[in-house]
T-cell receptor, first 114, second 111 residues
Framework: GENVEQHPSTLSVQEGDSAVIKCTYS??????FPWYKQELGKGPQLIIDIRSNVGEKKDQRIAVTLNKTAKHFSLHITETQPEDSAVYFC?????????????FGKGTMLLVSP | DADVTQTPRNRITKTGKRIMLECSQTKGHDRMYWYRQDPGLGLRLIYYSFDVKDINKGEISDGYSVSRQAQAKFSLSLESAIPNQTALYFC??????????FGPGTRLLVL
């Protein structure tokens, strides 16, 4: 089955700096890559996703890049703010005929210091 | 009101006891999932259901069972709880798209 590796496990940055979280996946047939943010005491929430027919996607301060050849995708957060502090999870799946499940990475705890 | 609710939010039980965690959703989604979260291990899929008559095992189903009582309800049972089932449990839902919507979680402690 699919295996998703996520790095780093923890990341500390100063407010205003950029943060990058990286994931690799094992199944070359995977074609959907979402990122979830989990705030303390809450369930994960989708913040951005990308499909395999796109190399990059941006939403305000958040961007995701995908390198299908290397089976690697990354989350980029610019101009970090304290409210960005949370655990971030990457995931991968094969959206084939609608029957698929997500395989999650182990998560990255991001701490943004004022 | 929250779209995905889980009860209880916190539960302490003893080894060998049977417990049930419940999930309800008002999003009208066909698909429901149960995940377990452990520190450093991320989210691991326990069971999932793509419609009321469909139940599938996930990555770590041993020691767990589920019941899909209705489109809106999906319950997770631990028939005989053991300490290494101490974890944070999440229910999630989705429609035919890919986005999963998570509940607030149930924190379970097995003594």
């Amino acid at each position: 089955g699919e295996n998703v590796e996520q790095h780093p496990s923890t990341l500390s940055v100063q407010e205003g700096d950029s943060a990058v979280i990286k994931c690799t996946y094992s199944d070359s047939a995977s074609n959907y890559f979402p990122w979830y943010k989990q705030e303390l005491g809450k369930g994960p929430q989708l913040i951005i996703d990308i499909r395999s027919n796109v190399g990059e996607k941006k939403d305000q301060r958040i961007a995701v890049t995908l390198n299908k050849t290397a089976k690697h995708f990354s989350l980029h957060i610019t101009e970090t703010q304290p409210e960005d502090s949370a655990v971030y999870f990457c995931a991968a799946s094969k959206m084939n005929s609608g029957y698929s499940t997500l395989t999650f990475g182990k998560g990255t705890m991001l701490l943004v210091s004022p | 009101d929250a779209d995905v609710t889980q009860t209880p939010r916190n539960r302490i039980t003893k080894t060998g006891k049977r417990i049930m965690l419940e999930c309800s959703q008002t999003k009208g989604h066909d698909r429901m999932y149960w995940y377990r979260q452990d520190p450093g291990l991320g989210l691991r899929l326990i069971y999932y259901s793509f419609d009321v008559k469909d139940i599938n095992k996930g990555e770590i189903s041993d020691g767990y069972s589920v019941s899909r009582q209705a489109q809106a309800k999906f319950s997770l049972s631990l028939e005989s709880a053991i300490p290494n089932q101490t974890a944070l449990y999440f229910c999630a839902t989705s429609d035919w798209g890919e986005t999963q919507y998570f509940g607030p979680g149930t924190r379970l402690l097995v003594l």
